[in-house]
Structure formats: C-alpha cells, structure tokens
C-alpha cells in the first residue's frame, strides 16, 4: 500500500509532446512561431480576432490527428486503482488526459474544446472552427465566442480548488512543465510548505527543479508509468 493518501498532478506541455503537440517553449514550440502577445491575450484578440481564431482552429483541428500515450494512461490508471484522493491539474489545453481514461481533469488554462461568449457568458462544447462570423448559441451576437482559453493577463480556472487541495496533499508530483509560467509554477512551493513532499517528472530539469525534493529526467511515457508502478505497488 502507498504510504500516499492525497496526491496532486500538475501536467504541461510536455506530457502530450509524445503524442504529437508542440510544447511552448522547446526548439520550434508554438510561441517560437506566434508572438505570445498576438495569440494568447485579450489585446491581440481584440486587435485581430481573425488570427487569434485561425490559430486555436489549427490547434483544435490538430487533436483529431494525435492520440494519448502512455503517460496519460498511466495517470488515468492511477486515478481509477489509488486508494486514496488523486487530484489531476492541467495546463494542456488539449483533451488527451480525457481520452486517455482520466475523470474531473482540472484545465486551471482552458480548453481547445470549449467556447464562450464574451457577450453573454454562454460556455459549450465546441469541436469546429470558430470565426468572427461565429453567433452564440445563446445570446446570437455574432463575433461574441471566443476560445475558452485563458490567455495572458487573465485568471487560470479554479484556484480555489487546486490551492485546497495543494496545501491538503501529502504528495504534490510536477510533470512535464517549465516552471515558466505562474502560478503554476508556484504549486510545488505551497505543497512543500503544507507538509507535501514534491518530485519533478521531465525530459530535463526545469526553471522550478531546485524547488523539488526529488528531480527525475526523461520522458514522460517512460517515467510516468514507472511512477504509476512504484506508487500502486
Ligand atoms: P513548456 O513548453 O513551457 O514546457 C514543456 C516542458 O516539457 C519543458 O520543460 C520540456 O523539457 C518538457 N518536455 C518536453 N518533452 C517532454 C517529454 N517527452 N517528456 C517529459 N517532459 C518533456 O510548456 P508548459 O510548462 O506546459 O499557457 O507551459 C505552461 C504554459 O505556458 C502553457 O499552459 C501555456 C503557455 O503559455 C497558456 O496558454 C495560458
């Protein structure tokens, strides 16, 4: 029996990098080709919906393209076989986690396949391309949806309930995620002064890994699984 009773996962862009989606930040990552402040805020989005759309279209048509590999299946397994409490926070904009068998995923930064009206606060599920021609299921303004991704500037999703569950936990594990961007990259902190121990899962350490108790370099479909073993074990 694990000697764990409430785990915490944050995942990044490095866990679906197997599967075929570009990380942010590695050699040819998606902000190498898209100024951040063009694609990924609310100003750019002003400026030129057009583009931003074009851009999230091309990210949300790519999903049908790739599959979840082992590492999401191995934390989908986790999930279902823990004994105890596992809490799954995502910074993937992407649905592998889902497709790959994992349930309540927390996307604290959105998701391709959602849609929300800026006008009207209408949210759904939202599989083709947006444009500035698209209307609100709702409300019907028309240039009104916008990807439901949290851009630059704006507040990630459910804080609150990632940061109940951070100072709670018993064992807080970061996987494949630079440690760039806050406050993500401040969760390893706040477990470890709540009592957490913390391990760091990635190809190679990251900005944060002097944060963590204990560092593990590699891939994530090899080293995640290895984890979900050692910890069902
Ligand atoms: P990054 O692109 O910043 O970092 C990806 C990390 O994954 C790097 O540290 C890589 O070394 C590591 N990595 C790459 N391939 C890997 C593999 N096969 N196995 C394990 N690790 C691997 O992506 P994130 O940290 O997720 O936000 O970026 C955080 C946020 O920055 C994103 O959610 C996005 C971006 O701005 C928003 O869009 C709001």
Redesign the pocket.
Known sequence: MSKFEQIVIL?????S??SGIQ????AG???EDHP?EQV?TPEGFAADPALVHRFYNLRRAALSTVAPNA?HKALADLQARFAGEVTLVT???DDLHERGGSKNVIHM??ELLSTFCTACNHRWRQETDLTVETQCLACQTQGGPRPD????GEM?YDMDRIERALKRCDLFVS???????YP?AGFVQLAHVHGAQTLE????P??GSAFFGETRQ????Q?VPEWVHSILA
């Open positions: 995942t990044g862009a490095g866990i990098a197997e990380t942010f930040r590695d990552g998606l902000w951040v990924a590492a910074q993937n904009v930064h959105g991704i949290v851009w630059f990630p996987i494949g995620t630079s440690g760039a961007v993500a899962l990635n190809l190679e990251s900005q590699g891939p994530a479909t080293l």
